[in-house]
């Protein structure tokens, strides 16, 4: 199982690699790789590009298709040589072999188990009085609790 931080962030990366692509392309990839099983919401997408991009690991241009906005993300040198390391841990290495499979939802959800568990510890370090902000990830993380609660009634109801 890959326990390292970050994950989601290469699984971004790693989804960028094959082509530039919109965030909307990203989470169908994404549901492709999982099968359905997992599939971030745009809230949560759409920031991790905004981080990763004021981190130079990508770049988004702005294209019009019609009169649509879209903005198109894309790798930059530093996010290859960023992917190019995560592909040099075996952990990860599997996890990509596993989503290209299809076969990834257990250790993906670990995964997730552990960015969790991160988000927890750096939410203690983080000091800020934005309350949107706090608002925000109080319903993301309510409605996530509602996806869990489901899941576990779905599965004690099978048994």
């Known amino acids: 199982m890959f326990r390292r931080r970050g994950v989601f962030k290469g699984v971004v990366l790693y989804v960028l690699r094959k082509r530039p692509m919109s965030g909307y392309e990203m989470l ?3 549901s492709r790789l999982t099968a359905g099983r ?3 919401s745009p809230g949560t997408l759409y920031p991790l590009l905004a981080y990763l991009e004021s981190e130079g690991l990508i770049t988004a241009r702005e294209i019009y298709v019609g009169r649509r906005r879209k903005k198109i993300y894309e790798l930059t040198p530093q996010g290859e040589e960023q992917l190019d390391r995560l592909m040099e841990v075996e952990e990860f290495r599997g996890l990509v072999q596993m989503l290209e499979s299809g076969a990834a939802a257990g250790d993906f959800l670990a995964a997730i188990r552990d960015e969790l568990v991160y988000i927890d510890e750096v939410f203690d370090e ?5 309350e949107a902000l706090l608002e925000e990830v109080l319903m993301l993380l309510r409605r996530l609790e509602e996806k869990v609660s489901a899941r576990l009634a779905q599965l004690r109801g099978a048994r």
């Open 126 to 130: 983080v000091e800020g009085e934005d």
């Open 38 to 40: 997992f599939v971030p």
């Open 28 to 30: 169908k990839e994404l």
